[in-house]
């Protein structure tokens, strides 16, 4: 099947070094953000959520950071490990749209080496 | 199974050829969506359900397209008289989300199917 993210920015790391993956919403009034992984030939897989009331949130291995002000979410990866390596996508929703729609990223390819 | 379903896996047409594809969801999921993604980008909002009403089809590209639950699980996206633009993954997710406007959004958590891919010649 055809490979999702052909054309998407690369972040190439290293086994166990941390991996930080960018990303740049464009509505202020959203109010909810996540990050989803996508491999190859799957679905988005949902990975850690944020509300806009929080600028950071932990969970096993990942950390997502949000600054309002900029408008700006960022994915850390602890530890990255093989099975890292895939697209990544920021996705944000708001109140307003009754969180019926996620907007999503232009995705990122984590590239995780041995 | 556990997840969403989706089928056919892949579905070649030709150009003017009319498309369904079906989504399964998660059993008892009562929020269905279907996204679009082209190769190479992040998926597109198409349409939402909640149970067997369509709430929502402002992503719909065109009046070729057209969805539905009739009884609130299983969906049919259907693509008339396909154009080569319209080659893509087509996403199915679920939710069991209640409230279109719950301001619980963490129970926006979508499980997605592997999706279809759609290749129009």
């Known amino acids: 099947g055809e490979s999702v993210g052909l054309h998407l920015p690369t972040l190439s790391v290293q086994e166990g070094d941390n991996s930080i993956i960018n990303c740049a919403y464009s509505?202020?009034?959203?109010?909810?953000f996540i990050w989803y992984k996508q491999e190859s030939g799957k679905g988005p897989q949902f990975i850690i959520d944020i509300r806009s009331n929080m600028d950071k949130r932990q969970g096993q291995r990942v950390t997502v950071l949000l600054n309002k002000t900029v408008k700006h979410l960022s994915l850390q990866i602890a530890a990255t490990q093989p099975g890292d390596s895939a697209v990544y996508f920021c996705a944000e929703a708001s109140f307003s749209g009754g969180y019926n729609k996620l907007i999503f990223g232009a995705g990122t390819r984590l590239a995780v080496h041995p | 199974g556990a997840g969403v379903s989706q089928s056919p896996r892949y579905k070649v047409a030709k150009r003017g050829q009319d498309v369904a594809l079906r989504c399964d969801p998660i059993?008892?999921?009562?929020?269905l969506f279907w996204y679009q993604q082209a190769l190479g980008q992040g998926p597109e909002f198409l349409t939402y359900f909640q149970n067997e009403a369509q709430l929502d089809k402002s992503g719909l590209p065109s009046d070729r397209f057209f969805a539905e639950r009739p009884e609130g699980s299983v969906s049919t996206l259907k693509i008339q008289r396909t154009q080569q633009e319209d080659s893509a993954v087509y996403l199915c997710?679920?939710?069991?989300?209640?409230?279109?406007?719950?301001?619980?959004?963490?129970?926006?958590?979508?499980?997605f199917g592997s999706g279809t891919q759609l290749s129009v010649l």
């Open positions: 059993s008892g999921h009562v929020s």
């Open positions: 509505n202020s009034a959203s109010d909810y």
């Open positions: 997710a679920s939710s069991p989300r209640t409230k279109s406007r719950d301001r619980d959004a963490t129970n926006e958590k979508l499980f």
